[in-house]
């Protein structure tokens, strides 16, 4: 089974849509006794930080991610979901992350990069090229140069470039993909991304033994 975990996001069934179109078994649970037997996490998310990780917290939820994540259980973030795996947010005041992995997300514009190209609009939204930064299983069959959707107003800035598996260009380096160890996030939707979206989640539910090759 694969744990969707449920701390009232959006974009939730769009998810568990995708992940059972590729011959998997999603369940979407708060239950740590559930999310337990799962292979596999997907921390979904659409929304603002702060509310996110408040939920996330009134569940108790943020410590068990953080202990599942430190037994070696495979997680995967997407959108929000990848900007909460971080140390901390400055979307709308400063928020703590889970801290799985070093860096920050900030908000797009001239005060977090001098050389920010003022005619491109807030948010990203829409199909961005990605670029490969390292070679890594999870990209597994995609190729530099394919697409995917992205839609956000905040981007992650790692500590360590090398976590980043993926980037796309949008005047600044937007990770698309990245990783530490079991701990993997996508800013883009791969549900919404076609097929490169979708390869990139098979060989996610393929490395949990989700599915069969």
């Known amino acids: 089974m694969v744990g969707v975990i449920d701390y009232d ?8 849509k995708a992940v059972e179109k590729l011959g998997a078994e999603p369940v979407l649970t708060s239950d740590p006794a559930v999310l337990d037997k799962c292979s596999s996490l997907i921390l979904p998310g659409v929304g603002s930080f702060g509310k996110a990780m408040e939920n996330l917290k009134a569940r108790n939820l943020d410590s068990y991610i953080k202990e599942a994540c430190g037994n070696g259980r495979l997680m995967l973030g ?4 990848l900007q909460m795996l971080f140390d901390k947010s ?8 889970l801290g799985l992995i070093p860096g920050e997300v ?3 514009g001239k005060e977090n ?10 948010p990203h939204m829409g199909w961005n090229e990605l670029i490969k930064n390292r070679d890594d299983r999870i990209g597994e069959g995609v190729n530099e140069g394919e697409f995917a959707y992205f839609v956000h107003s905040y981007y992650a800035r790692p500590k360590n470039w090398d976590d980043v598996v993926y980037y796309a260009d949008y005047s600044v380096k937007v990770p698309g ?4 160890g079991n701990v993997i996030g996508m800013q883009f939707h791969p549900e919404k991304s076609s097929n490169t979206g979708m390869r990139l ?7 949990g033994e989700n599915i069969a090759d």
């Open 113 to 122: 990069d001098p050389n920010w190209d003022e005619t491109l609009k807030i």
């Open 9 to 16: 996001a959006g974009n939730v069934k769009s998810v568990m």
């Open 201 to 207: 989640l098979r060989n996610f539910l393929k490395e």
């Open 177 to 180: 993909v990245v990783r530490k």
């Open 90 to 97: 400055y979307e709308d005041g400063e928020w703590d992350g």
């Open 106 to 108: 900030v908000r797009f």
């Open 78 to 81: 997407i959108c929000l979901g």
